[in-house]
């Protein structure tokens, strides 16, 4: 079956950049997604690329994929506090086909 | 309404006894999944319905777990005889096509 996987912890300083990693066994993903859950509160999407993409950027974040190893990474440019957060990585087929999430990513913000 | 609901938000029960978790996924999707996640820890699947095909129960972790879905609406999570590693936040989502939405959990107690 699809399996998702990431490293548990990622510790920052304040300002630097984050790289969270994913990689995903499912080679006819067609989705791949970023979700965030901050502490006490619910999962959001963060933002989602088609695996007929290299790149995607929105404001902050930048989010690079590579199919031919199926990995996934999330880039946060200038960390802050309040980017301290679970981070999830997901991946689907698209369609009525189930949605297969990682175990996600503690990022610690270190000010 | 706007969101996905769960009820009760919080659930403290003694062992061996069974509980019942409730979802309301958004009106209009087809596809339901439930998970756990444990304090600190990441999310683990348990359970995903999609339309009135059979649904994919692949993550439950014992037959003391089971769970219904009417149609394409309420869904319920029952765990018989609980035991103290029972005690997690149960996530429940509903998606039409892609991205899931999130309820805020129930937070389940054993002691």
């Known amino acids: 079956g699809e399996d998702v996987e990431q490293s548990l912890f990622l510790s920052v300083r304040e300002g630097d950049s984050s790289v969270i990693n994913c990689t995903y066994t499912?080679?006819?993903?067609?989705?791949l997604y970023w979700y965030k859950q901050e502490p006490g509160a619910g999962l959001q999407l963060l933002t989602y690329i088609f695996s007929n993409m290299d790149m995607k950027q929105d404001q902050r974040l930048t989010v690079l994929l590579n199919k031919k190893d199926k990995h996934l990474s999330l880039r946060i440019a200038d960390t802050q506090t309040g980017d301290s957060a679970i981070y999830f990585c997901?991946?689907?087929?698209?369609?009525?086909?189930?949605?297969?999430f990682g175990t996600g990513t503690k990022l610690q913000v270190i000010p | 309404g706007a969101g996905v609901s769960q009820s009760p938000s919080n659930k403290v029960t003694e062992k061996g006894k069974d509980v019942e978790l409730r979802c309301d996924p958004i009106s209009g999707h087809t596809a339901l999944y439930w998970y756990r996640q444990r304090l600190g820890q990441g999310l683990e699947f348990l359970i995903y319905?999609?339309?009135?095909?059979?649904?994919?129960k692949s993550g439950l972790p014992s037959d003391r777990f089971s769970a219904e879905r009417t149609g394409e609406s309420v869904s319920t999570l029952t765990i018989q005889r609980t035991q103290q590693e029972d005690s997690a936040v149960y996530l429940c989502?509903?998606?039409?096509?892609?991205?899931?939405?999130f309820g805020p959990g129930t937070r389940l107690t054993v002691l």
């Open positions: 997901a991946e689907g087929t698209g369609g009525y086909q189930k949605v297969t």
């Open positions: 319905f999609q339309g009135n095909s059979a649904p994919d």
């Open positions: 499912d080679s006819s993903s067609t989705y």
């Open positions: 989502a509903s998606s039409r096509v892609g991205e899931q939405f």
